[in-house]
C-alpha cells in the first residue's frame, strides 16, 4: 500500500533534488536541443512525417535520458548509508519506490514532452513534395503527433521504471553505469536483433512475428506508434507488432520492474520484534 | 518483553534484549550466540577490535540485517523504534541541514519541532547551509538530529566519533549522553574508550563473541586494571589478529 502524506515527502524530495542537479539539467538541454534539432534540420512536411523522422532517435534517445536519470535514483541514497535511515522511520519500500520514481518521472516526462512539442512547431506547412503526397493518402493532423507525444511518454515511463529496478540491484555507482547501459543496448537494440536473427533462421514464423515483436519494449513502442498514428495515413500496408499485446507488454514491462523495485529496495525486511 | 496491555503497570526496565544472535558471512562467523539485555534510560557501548562485529551486531539490532539465528526483542511502541546513525553518514548535497532533516520528519506520523532538533545539536545558526558546504563533523551533527527525530525509544549510534577532533567528539558524546532518559536508550559502537567509559554498560565483543560485558567499574575490577582501556587490552590482548567480519566492524 502506498501512503499519501509519505509518497508526497519522497517525491518532492525527487523533484527538489533533480531541479537543483546541474547535470541534469544539462541533460535536458542536450535532449531538448537533439530533438528540437532534428525536427529542424529534417524540414518535414507534416506531423506524421516529422514523428517517422523522429521515432527512431527517440528509440535511442528515451533509453538514454531515463537510464542517466534512473539508474543512481535508489542506488545514491544506499551509497550516502540513507537507505539505512530510511528503514528506521515508518516508510514501507513500496511508497519509497512510488515517490523516487515518480518524481523522476514527472521531471523525464517534462523534458521528453516539451522538447517533442517544440518539434512540432518545425513543421513546415508549404506544399510538400510530390513524393510526400504519394505515401501518405490520409489527412495529416496534429491529433496524430499528439497520440505519438503520448505514446513516447509511456515509452519513457516504462524505460524509467526499468532503470529504477536496476537502481535497487546494482551495489556501486560503477556496476549502475555499466549496467545502465547493458539495458540500453538491450531495449534499444538487442531484444530487436534476437528477433531479427530468429526470423532468419526460421524459428519466429512470419504469422507470430508480430506477437514476438511485442515482447521488447521498443518493438512494442514503434508497434503502437505505427498502428495508431502512421497506419491511418500511410499508403503502404504496415504491419505493425499487436497493438492489444504490445500495450499489454509495456504495461507488464513497467508494472514487473516497479514490483520488482519494491521488494528490492530495502535489502533485508525488519526482523526485530517491537511490541 | 512486558506485555504491552500491561504496559503501564508492569512495563519491564529491559528495553531490548538480545539473545543468541549469530551471524556469518560465507564461512566467516561475524557473531557467535551474542546476548545482552539494554534497560530504559541507559547509554551502552559496545567496544572490540577492528573486525569483531560491532557494526553487524548494530545492523541488526536496528533490523538491517537478519540474523541466521537468536532473537532481538524491543520494547517500544513509537512510531519510530529505533534511531539509527550510520556509520559516516551523507545526505543529499543539495539539500539544507532544515530541508534535510524537515524531509525526514515529514515521514513521520507525528509533527516534530525541526527547530528544536538542531538546537539540541547545535546546529541551529546554520539551518541554510548546503549539506555539501558541511565540515565532516557538522554532517555527523546533522545526521544525529535526524537519529533522535521521531523521539525513537532505542538510539543506535555506530561510530559517532570516528575522524572526528576531539572537541567534536566531545559534543557528540554529550548529546548521545543527554538523549538518554526514562523512556530512551542509547546504544553505540566506539573505539574512543576514554568516552566509553562513561557509559553506564559496555560490551566487549572479540571475534564475534560477548567476552564480557558490565559497567566499566565492574570491568575494570575483574581485569585488576585502573581504566576501561586497560582493561580492553587485557580481555582481548595486544596483538592484532585477524579478526571476523564484512563491511565494517
Redesign the interface.
Given at each position: 500500500m502506498i501512503d499519501t502524506?509519505?509518497f508526497?515527502?519522497v517525491f518532492e524530495?525527487e523533484l527538489?533534488?533533480l531541479r537543483?542537479?546541474r547535470s541534469i539539467w544539462l541533460l535536458a538541454l542536450g535532449y531538448f536541443a537533439i530533438t528540437v534539432g532534428i525536427g529542424v534540420f529534417s524540414d518535414t512536411s507534416g506531423y506524421v512525417p516529422l514523428t517517422l523522422t523522429l521515432l527512431t532517435p527517440v528509440e535511442l534517445l528515451i533509453p538514454a535520458l531515463t537510464a542517466a536519470v534512473g539508474y543512481r535514483s535508489v542506488l545514491a541514497d544506499r551509497?550516502?548509508?540513507?537507505t539505512?535511515?530510511?528503514?528506521?522511520?515508518?516508510?514501507g519500500p513500496g511508497t519509497y519506490i512510488a515517490g523516487v520514481y515518480c518524481g523522476r518521472l514527472a521531471w523525464t516526462l517534462l523534458v521528453v514532452t516539451v522538447s517533442l512539442l517544440v518539434a512540432a512547431l518545425t513543421v513546415s506547412f508549404a506544399s510538400p513534395p510530390a513524393d510526400v503526397l504519394a505515401e501518405y493518402t490520409g489527412i495529416d493532423s496534429p491529433v496524430y503527433y499528439f497520440r505519438f507525444v503520448v505514446l513516447t511518454a509511456v515509452f519513457a515511463a516504462v524505460i524509467l521504471a526499468l532503470m529504477v529496478l536496476l537502481s535497487t540491484l546494482v551495489r556501486s555507482a560503477r556496476r549502475g553505469i555499466v549496467a545502465a547501459l547493458m539495458v540500453v543496448v538491450v531495449v534499444a537494440i538487442g531484444i530487436d536483433l534476437v528477433i531479427v536473427f530468429g526470423v532468419a533462421g526460421g524459428v519466429i514464423g512470419g504469422n507470430i512475428l508480430p506477437w514476438y515483436l511485442a515482447l521488447s519494449p521498443v518493438s512494442a513502442y514503434r508497434g503502437l506508434v505505427m498502428a495508431y498514428v502512421v497506419s491511418p495515413v500511410a499508403a503502404t500496408v504496415v504491419r505493425p507488432a499487436s497493438p492489444l499485446m504490445s500495450a499489454i507488454s509495456l504495461l507488464l514491462w513497467l508494472v514487473v520492474s516497479l514490483l520488482l523495485a519494491g521488494i528490492a529496495a530495502w535489502?533485508?525486511?525488519?526482523?526485530?520484534?517491537?511490541? | 518483553?512486558?506485555?504491552?496491555n500491561q504496559e503501564t503497570t508492569t512495563r519491564s526496565d529491559t528495553l531490548l534484549a538480545v539473545k543468541d544472535v549469530s551471524h556469518s558471512f560465507g564461512d566467516v562467523n561475524a557473531l557467535d550466540d551474542v546476548s545482552f539485555d539494554i534497560s530504559r534510560g541507559s547509554v551502552t557501548a559496545i567496544i572490540g577490535p577492528n573486525g569483531s562485529g560491532k557494526t553487524t551486531l548494530a545492523?541488526i539490532?536496528?533490523?538491517?540485517?537478519?540474523?541466521d539465528s537468536g532473537?532481538?526483542?524491543?520494547?517500544?511502541?513509537s512510531?519510530?523504534?529505533?534511531?539509527?546513525?550510520?556509520?559516516?553518514?551523507?545526505?543529499?548535497p543539495?539539500?539544507t541541514v532544515e530541508?534535510t532533516l524537515q524531509?525526514?520528519a515529514?515521514?513521520?506520523?507525528t509533527p516534530v519541532d525541526i527547530d528544536a532538533a538542531m538546537e539540541r545539536v547545535g546546529l541551529s545558526d546554520v539551518p541554510d547551509r548546503r549539506v555539501d558546504a558541511l565540515s565532516g563533523g557538522m554532517r555527523r551533527l546533522l545526521?544525529l538530529a535526524?537519529?533522535v527525530l521521531?523521539d525513537?525509544s532505542l538510539v543506535i549510534l555506530d561510530e559517532p566519533t570516528s575522524g572526528l577532533d576531539p572537541r567534536m567528539t566531545k559534543q557528540i558524546f554529550d548529546i548521545a549522553a543527554g538523549q538518554a532518559d526514562d523512556d530512551t536508550a542509547v546504544l553505540l559502537t566506539t573505539h574512543d574508550l576514554s568516552y566509553a567509559a562513561n557509559a553506564d554498560n559496555v560490551v566487549v565483543l572479540n571475534r564475534g563473541t560477548v567476552i564480557d560485558s558490565g559497567s566499566p567499574a565492574e570491568l575494570t575490577a575483574r581485569t585488576n586494571t585502573e581504566s576501561l582501556a586497560e582493561a580492553f587490552l587485557a580481555m582481548v590482548g595486544t596483538t592484532p589478529t585477524v579478526q571476523t567480519g564484512t563491511g565494517g566492524d
Open positions: 502524506d509519505r508526497v515527502a524530495r527538489a533534488t537543483r542537479t551509497e550516502r548509508g540513507e539505512s535511515i530510511l528503514q528506521t522511520y515508518p516508510l535489502s533485508t525486511p525488519s526482523h526485530v520484534m517491537s511490541e | 518483553m512486558s506485555d504491552t545492523h539490532v536496528t533490523g538491517l540485517r537478519r540474523p532473537e532481538i526483542a524491543l520494547d517500544a511502541s512510531d519510530r523504534p529505533i534511531g539509527y546513525l550510520p556509520q559516516s553518514p551523507r545526505f543529499r543539495v539539500f530541508e524531509f525526514y515529514d515521514l513521520l506520523f545526521g535526524q537519529s521521531g525513537p
